[in-house]
């Protein structure tokens, strides 16, 4: 091939711009934190990270302006990828807002915080664009290592220090099995590329059998990073852990872009063998419904039980994933938008309420927040009806479409099974209602005002859902146009 | 010098089919140890060997189809898992420093 052809265009560039703009701007950081004093004030480093994530906001229109793939099939610009990259640097976005408030009130106000969040979106970026399964590695890698330092950021603290171990070693584990996979499909199809594959495999060329075994240990490693049961033992400890924004932070983001490269990876290249993995899915789906909800309901811990309520809502995305089909594709989209606003929402609060040193993380300490903080608890309210699927909500359009299209596509035991769960998961999201509004406070303490940072995420979180409860066209029409993938 | 061994045993190529198993053999070591070793550092090795299977199987396939993408990737898997080891025993250090245990059954504050 000519030399020239490898080189890199200017159109291959702004299909990548989001990524560069994080990446370049994280360097940056770096630098600056670097320069400024040890004991001088870094919130002015979040402020920089923030308006850096705005503006690889801005540049995801200008990548959705210049469709199609660049690096040589490495990078794909879409509709699809365009969304993803969006809800991650939502997530983001709130990440930081709430984070600066949080890293003074814990003492631990340094810049690394900032930057580690702009390099984990630059590799939620990649996975939810990569086209490539080498790409979908690195993605994932760029995206988990700096999260691993962020579930640990306080250094001092034992509980922090054990979720980012238990996040490090057992998210090592699911890559190695993702990377065995990756190999052996290598090896089968001599091709990386996620066309390729698809063809390749369509092609019905030997070793078959040892493509299923390869597609079997990615799923493995996918399903570790979506937390899906059996495969979810590290997300409870890790959310419970780890500072609460980057618990909100982890278990919107990565989770949306683990679910990206799910989607493509197993409608793209796993295409013609979707008949042997769609039980598979089937039984993972309703285990991880069950095993979330059901555990939720014990707990007493507020950010534990939104650790097993987001293994449950993993479970909801995976019955849209199990449909294979457009439809379901568009509404696993919808939901993990819904997702995003509805749990950072929740976390968010959680957040404020904790006080210094996450103290009071336990649902008798929501007791009478209602009569103390009522903006707080509305706010709250809102996030957790939306939680529970309440109409009006985008959690009730979510679901909707979720179970709609998993009859559509007659997985009729699985929808009512799905529907079931999600009413019993209204006992525990109804808990943390009635402690907030049926019992009088525990103290009488004037409560501690909320930052600005919080209080945007929270009216703004609680806005969206609102706005898509009413209209959830403004999000579904455009899930549904971009549902479909290159083939 | 005379050999111990018989002449063919320098001549032979080792089938490529050896390599894979070898590969998976490693990979499978490596699985087990994590699940039941008891020490950090060694949970941490056996991630390592299962990253190696990795490699030792892109290498194989690379040179089964004469292609040199597959030695590429390989050095994609180490570069990552340098960065990973960095981060990594600096998570283990902090565990250390916190508790002055190495063994993962008494790392057990987070339940409900």
Redesign the interface.
């Known amino acids: 091939m000519n030399p020239a052809a490898f080189y890199p265009t200017a159109t291959d560039y702004l299909r990548f711009l989001p990524e560069l703009i994080l990446t370049i701007g994280g360097v940056l950081l770096l630098v600056l934190e670097a320069l400024t004093g040890d004991n001088k004030d870094k919130s002015s480093l979040g402020y920089l990270a923030i308006a850096v994530v705005l503006g690889a906001m801005f540049a995801v229109p200008v990548a959705l302006a210049n469709p199609g793939t660049s690096f040589n099939g490495m990078i794909v610009s879409d509709g699809f990828a365009a969304f993803f990259r969006m809800v991650t640097l939502l997530v983001g976005l709130f990440t930081l807002l709430c984070s600066t408030s949080y890293l003074s009130r814990e003492k631990a106000n340094t810049g690394e915080f900032y930057l580690l969040v702009l390099f984990s979106l630059a590799g939620q970026g990649i996975m939810a664009a990569s086209n490539e399964l080498i790409m979908v590695f690195l993605g994932l890698e760029i995206a988990s290592i700096s999260s691993y330092v962020l579930a640990g950021f306080l250094r001092d603290d034992k509980r922090g220090s054990e979720a980012a171990l238990k996040y490090f070693l057992l998210g090592s584990f699911a890559t190695a099995f993702l990377l065995y996979g990756i190999s052996w499909i290598y090896g089968v199809t001599g091709a990386t590329n996620l066309v390729a594959i698809r063809e390749s495999l369509a092609a019905g060329t030997s070793g078959n059998s040892m493509a299923v075994a390869a597609a079997a240990l990615m799923l493995i490693g996918l399903a570790f990073k979506v937390s899906a049961a059996p495969f979810q033992a590290w997300a409870p400890d890790v959310y419970q852990g780890a500072p609460a924004p980057v618990s909100g932070f982890l278990s919107a983001g990565p989770k949306a872009a683990a679910f990206a490269i799910f989607l493509r990876i197993f409608q793209t290249s796993f295409e013609s063998f979707s008949s042997r993995y769609e039980p598979v899915l089937w039984i993972l789906a309703l285990a991880t419904m069950l095993v979330g909800n059901f555990s939720a309901l014990w707990q007493s811990n507020v950010k534990r039980m939104l650790a097993y309520s987001s293994i449950a809502h993993a479970g909801y995305v995976l019955v849209a994933v199990t449909t294979n089909s457009n439809v379901g594709t568009a509404a696993a989209m919808f939901y993990l938008a819904a997702y995003a606003l509805m749990n950072f929402g929740a976390f968010a609060a959680v957040t404020h309420l904790a006080g210094r040193g996450e103290s009071h993380v336990t649902i008798d300490d929501l007791k009478g927040l209602a009569s103390k903080q009522p903006v707080v608890a509305g706010l709250l309210t809102v996030c957790l009806l939306s939680l529970t699927g309440v109409p009006l909500t985008a959690g009730f359009f979510g679901k909707f479409y979720i179970f709609k299209a998993a009859i559509d596509n007659h997985l009729y035991w699985l929808s009512a099974l799905g529907l079931l769960n999600s009413a019993i998961a209204a006992y525990y999201y109804l808990r943390i209602l009635a402690a907030m509004y049926m019992h009088e406070p525990k103290t009488t303490d004037h409560p501690e005002p909320v930052p600005g940072g919080i209080q945007l995420t929270m009216w703004f979180s609680a806005a969206g859902i609102l706005t898509l409860g009413v209209f959830p066209g403004l999000v579904l029409d455009y899930a549904n146009r971009f549902a479909t993938f290159v083939k | 010098m005379t050999h111990l061994l018989p002449p063919e045993f320098f001549t032979a190529t080792v089938p490529l089919n050896a390599y894979?198993i070898l590969s998976a053999i490693l990979?499978a070591i490596?699985?087990c140890g994590?699940m039941f070793r008891k020490n950090?550092i060694t949970?941490?090795m056996c991630?390592e060997l299962?990253?190696n299977?990795?490699n030792l199987?892109?290498v194989?396939?690379s040179y089964?189809?004469g292609?040199v993408?597959?030695q590429i990737?390989s050095f994609?898997?180490m570069v990552?898992a340098a960065?990973?080891a960095a981060?990594?025993l600096?998570?283990?250090l902090?565990?250390f420093r916190?508790?002055g245990t190495l063994q993962i059954d008494e790392?057990d504050?987070?339940?409900?």
Request: glycine share 8%.
């Open positions: 894979l990979f490596g699985a994590f950090i949970i941490y991630i299962m990253l299977a990795v199987s892109f194989t396939f089964q189809f292609k993408d597959g990737y994609f898997v990552v960065a990973e981060v990594g600096a998570i283990i902090t565990i916190n508790r790392i504050t987070l339940k409900n």
